[in-house]
């Protein structure tokens, strides 16, 4: 109820679009390819950052397979996860994401250095722990904000 009246369903579903069974599918099919587009850019990120520790620390090597793998996680992100195609707004949009990545990549710094240094867990089972972390993060962080879209408005 609003202002004491009650809300009919139709009104509730074009407030909160993801209550319905199509925003529910929705999110579903947008998880699934974060998922995928997850899994390809940490592919890259992670096969940088095994090739980089071999020869740096392992936070210099953290920084530089981000380096990487941010313009690559923007790409998949914005065109195959969140299905934006037009280019308007693609510069705002990648604002958000780097400032997204920025904050992931400090709390994936902290997951290596708690897991690494702190627990000496192995470089690799630490990526796949801090992982874990980082990508539930991301994901509601880029949803919420970042690729975030305007809800329809009433009547569409």
Avoid at 49 to 73: D, E, I, K, Q
Avoid at 117 to 136: E, H, I, M, N
Wanted: proline share 4%; glycine share 10%; net charge positive.
């Amino acid at each position: 109820m609003t202002g004491g009246y009650p809300i009919s369903d139709a009104d509730d579903r074009r407030r909160n679009p993801d209550r319905d069974a199509g925003g529910i599918r929705r999110i579903s099919l947008q998880l699934g390819r974060f998922l995928v587009t997850g899994l390809t850019t940490t592919a890259v990120a992670y096969g940088v950052f095994m090739a980089a520790a071999m020869v740096m620390h392992y936070a210099l090597a953290s920084l530089t397979a981000w380096l990487v793998s941010v313009p690559v996680g923007f790409a998949l992100n914005r065109r195959f996860t969140f299905r934006i195609a037009d280019r308007r707004g693609w510069l705002v949009q990648f604002v958000k994401f780097a400032a997204g990545s920025t904050l992931q990549l400090g709390l994936n710094e902290l997951c290596l250095f708690v897991f690494i240094g702190q627990f000496g867990l192995s470089k690799s089972l630490a990526f796949g722990l801090t992982l874990v972390v980082t990508a539930t993060s991301n994901f509601l962080y880029l949803r919420q904000f970042a690729f975030r879209t305007p809800p329809p408005a009433a009547g569409q």
